[in-house]
């Protein structure tokens, strides 16, 4: 099973590089963040005729989630669902094939010290609520998508800089920090040590010709699903070119049907 995670940054703006790539890469499951658009303005007819099913969660303008697989996702299940402020539309999760995936698109907080930052750390205490509320780390659970944070020195080109950001603030990664302790591996580590492997690339600056980014996109794994993976990596070609999202999509094997 290829799973793939990829903030698109509005699926309608980049429609005909999302459709070439998804044509040529055929993952079996696809998670999408950011996707800008209502169910009226899905895509849903021409990812069929690509083979995908889709469970979509969505909105006007911001946000948006949604899993496609080649097979169809089952138990779809939309959001934190604990009575608090979504924030958007933010989580989605779905059993496809042997794995429940789960795929967020954490808040990304604005500027640290305010509101928004404030609100960004309850979401994220929240979302490791909502795992332990609902999942065990001893079930195959794959937790995917645009983190907003880079949880290392190595997964960011300067630290020190990005250190007072809300994408590498302190805080933040001791709430992924927390997220992570439920049980999961950064399924990218389990294959590469290598720093400079970003997956974010400000739009500003030459970032990308520079290499000047951050790991925000991560796919992590319980132990049970962990062990079976065989191979994970970054797409950063899709980075290139003209129009691209300022993500390039990240990339996991596992061995599981």
Known sequence: MLLASWNINSIRARHERFMRW???????VLC????????????FDAVAEAGYKVAFHGQKTYNGVAIL???EPEDVRLGLDDGGD????????????????????VVNGQVVGSLKYAAK???MRRLRAYLDARHRSSEKLVLCGDFNVAPEPRDVERPEEWASSVLFHADVRDALRHILDFGFEDTLRLHTQEAGLYSWWDYRKLSFPKNDGLRLDLILATPPAARFCTAASIDRTERKGVQPSDHAPVLATFDIV
């Open 86 to 105: 979504e924030m958007g539309a933010r989580v989605i999760s779905a059993r496809v094939g042997g794995l429940r995936v789960v795929n967020v698109y």
């Open 69 to 71: 697989a080649k097979t």
């Open 121 to 123: 750390l309850e979401w």
């Open 32 to 43: 999408l963040q950011e996707l800008k658009a209502t169910e009226a303005q899905f895509p």
């Open 22 to 28: 998804l044509t040529a890469r055929q993952p079996d």
